[in-house]
Nanobody, 124 residues
Framework: QVQLVESGGGLVQAGGSLRLSCAAS????????MAWFRQVPGKEREFVAA????????NYADSVKGRFTISRDNAKNTVYLQMNSLKPEDTAVYYC?????????????????WGQGTQVTVSS
């Protein structure tokens, strides 16, 4: 079992920045590829970014490329999402997720463990 707890969400104006954190506990953090997804009411959970177990590989949704950066610190059991140049359409609940068996990183069904989510609201 892996427990994930997100933090860092909040209200920010368009063009601003936020950094989300996801702290993991339980099994060794470095065993897992990690990802961020987001969801708005009435829509499916949407892939945002993913990072391999050692941080060597990352991938991003087209909608956030060049604005968001995913990173991890295995010594701190934490994955981050730096979000810059935020837009109102980035407003969502953001979730971190973990999988020990990376397959399709952009598919939510690939992930076994999820946090409770943190709200990000971007005002225009």
């Amino acid at each position: 079992q892996v427990q994930l707890v997100e933090s860092g969400g909040g209200l920010v104006q368009a063009g601003g920045s936020l950094r989300l954190s996801c702290a993991a506990s339980g099994r060794p953090f470095s065993n897992y590829d990690m990802a961020w997804f987001r969801q708005v009411p009435g829509k499916e959970r949407e892939f945002v970014a993913a990072i391999s177990w050692n941080g060597a590989l990352t991938n991003y949704a087209d909608s956030v490329k060049g604005r968001f950066t995913i990173s991890r610190d295995n010594a701190k059991n934490t994955v981050y999402l730096q979000m810059n140049s935020l837009k109102p359409e980035d407003t969502a609940v953001y979730y971190c997720a973990a999988t020990p068996f990376p397959n399709d990183h952009a598919n939510a069904r690939s992930y076994d463990y999820w946090g409770q989510g943190t709200q990000v609201t971007v005002s225009s």
